[in-house]
């Protein structure tokens, strides 16, 4: 894990960088609906912060949340990672191991060790305390793609519930006017 930075509130600025904090990282999915941003400059001065399409993130302040994981993957790049969000380095296939956070088994090994800290804090410690089986690499890479590629169909039929219910809602009202 690599934590985020502590940047000040006095740095930021109407546009710019994204600036990724804790309450964007939900289970799943990035919310951006409470922006916030960096000078853009910050993208090279604190390059290291830069979160790029394909990274995961994890929020390390009341990581759980109704029994899953506040994890998710980055899709559009730009963003700078705050403090109390951690970058997912990972020692085996990335969509492997999102998918193995992900599982019911760990998040609840994961809430045991959490248990009795308010707030509960994730820290590499947290995690080292974890024992997992992992499988070799081609079945980690299999495992991974199979479950990316179900998460993929969730979100398009997601957006497409989402669609439906807007168009209702406008065929509903132009029925009643």
């Known amino acids: 894990m690599f934590a985020g930075n502590s940047f000040s509130s006095t740095d930021s600025v109407e546009c710019g960088a994204r600036w990724l904090k804790i309450a964007n990282v939900s289970a799943g999915q990035i919310k951006w609906n409470e922006e916030s941003f960096l000078p853009i400059s910050y993208l090279d001065k604190y390059s290291e912060y830069r979160l790029n399409p394909g990274d995961y993130v994890m929020a390390l302040t009341r990581p759980i949340l109704n029994k899953e994981l506040k994890i998710a993957r980055i899709i559009d790049g730009n963003a700078l990672l705050n403090q109390r969000v951690a970058k997912l380095l990972f020692n085996c296939n990335s969509k492997f191991g999102y ?18 800290t308010d ?59």
């Open 99 to 116: 998918q193995l956070l992900r599982k019911h088994s760990t998040v609840e090994m994961l809430e045991n060790e959490l248990a009795g």
């Open 119 to 177: 707030p509960p804090n994730l820290s590499g410690n947290t995690l080292d305390n974890i024992a997992i089986m992992i499988p070799s690499e081609k079945e980690q890479e299999m495992i991974g793609s199979f479950f990316d590629n179900i998460d993929n169909i969730i979100a398009i039929h997601t957006n497409k519930c989402e669609l439906v219910k807007e168009y209702k809602k406008g065929l509903l009202q132009q029925m009643f006017v």
